[in-house]
């Protein structure tokens, strides 16, 4: 049980455009043991999601979702658990959403970001096998701010009204004052 700092907005290293990870470290010790922590690190502040970048790690991996409700979002739909490695997003069609969304690497402000409604993902999984899924609402959502993660964007950079840009205590009295995913 490894949990990992959280780089903060600031950091140069959240800037980054992530190299793919290469073919020949898929199921590797190594990647084994960067999920292991990333889990542990995410589970530690009941986060939605974490990118490699957060923890220094200049690759692109993300991981995302639970097996169980978020207590921090316990009326979000469920997100299955997964491992992205080297994902590509592609919208389906012109629609955007906005939503509220926070960051490990942003902690205690909250924003509305507007996203593709409904995306196709690919990529691999920790053990190289491809991932291929077609998502839409929460779950899209989720996938966005996480491979934003790996080409150097936090979300206040895709925030457009900063009317709607601000701390969680001030924003949402009375929600659970943890951290932010
Ligand atoms: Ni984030």
Not at 73 to 102: C, H, K, M, Q, S
Request: proline share 9%.
């Amino acid at each position: 049980m490894t949990v990992r700092e959280i780089l903060k907005m600031g950091d140069a290293r959240l800037l980054r455009v992530a190299p793919p990870v290469p073919e020949g470290d898929f199921d590797s010790d190594a990647i084994h043991l960067l999920v292991s922590d990333m889990f542990d690190t995410m589970r530690a502040v009941n986060g939605a999601g974490l990118a490699a970048p957060q923890i220094g790690v200049d690759l692109q991996l993300v991981i995302f979702g639970t097996d169980a409700p978020n207590p921090r979002y316990p009326d979000a739909p469920l997100v299955p658990r997964t491992v992205l490695l080297n994902p590509e997003i592609t919208p389906i069609g012109d629609a955007e959403e906005d939503g509220w969304e926070g960051c490990l690497s942003v902690p205690g402000l909250r924003g509305v970001v507007p996203r593709w409604s409904k995306i196709r993902y690919t990529g691999f999984d920790q053990y190289g096998d491809p991932i291929d899924r077609t998502v839409d609402g929460f779950h899209a959502r989720v996938v966005q701010h996480e491979c934003d993660h790996l080409i150097g964007k936090l979300y206040p950079m895709r925030v457009r009204d900063f009317t709607q840009f601000g701390f969680t205590e001030v924003l949402f009295p009375g929600l659970d004052a943890g951290e932010d995913d």
